[in-house]
Nanobody, 121 residues
Framework: QVQLVESGGDLVQPGGSLRLSCAAS????????MGWYRQAPGKERELVAR???????YYADSVKGRFTISRYNAKNTVYLQMNGLKPEDTAVYYC???????????????WGQGTQVTVSS
């Protein structure tokens, strides 16, 4: 059974920083892309940042220059460093990983349970 466990969400003042972490565990054969999505109240879930197996990255325009995604393959972990946080960054942040279990021929997407980030004074 594969699990993605996020941590690092918190209440922070505008302009502050947070670092989110997500660790994948279980019977994993390989991990392709890992990423972070977020969903604010009343809005659709949106892609924030993604990192491929070769460490190529993608960022949503709204977070470019403020957020940095990275991964530590030895621990199946992905991070999201968030600087210059704004109230509009308030959302539940979800970790996503496209991976193949040892018992499967195909990769598929897995999701974490979400971690709350609130930016407010």
């Amino acid at each position: 059974q594969v699990q993605l466990v996020e941590s690092g969400g918190d209440l922070v003042q505008p302009g502050g920083s947070l670092r989110l972490s997500c660790a994948a565990s279980g019977s994993i054969s390989s991990i392709d892309a890992m990423g972070w999505y977020r969903q604010a109240p009343g809005k659709e879930r949106e892609l924030v940042a993604r990192i491929g197996s070769s460490s190529s990255t993608y960022y949503a325009d709204s977070v470019k220059g403020r957020f940095t995604i990275s991964r530590y393959n030895a621990k199946n972990t992905v991070y999201l460093q968030m600087n210059g946080l704004k109230p509009e960054d308030t959302a539940v942040y979800y970790c996503n990983a496209v991976l193949r279990e040892r018992s499967s021929l195909f990769a598929r997407a897995y999701w974490g349970q979400g971690t709350q980030v609130t930016v407010s004074s």
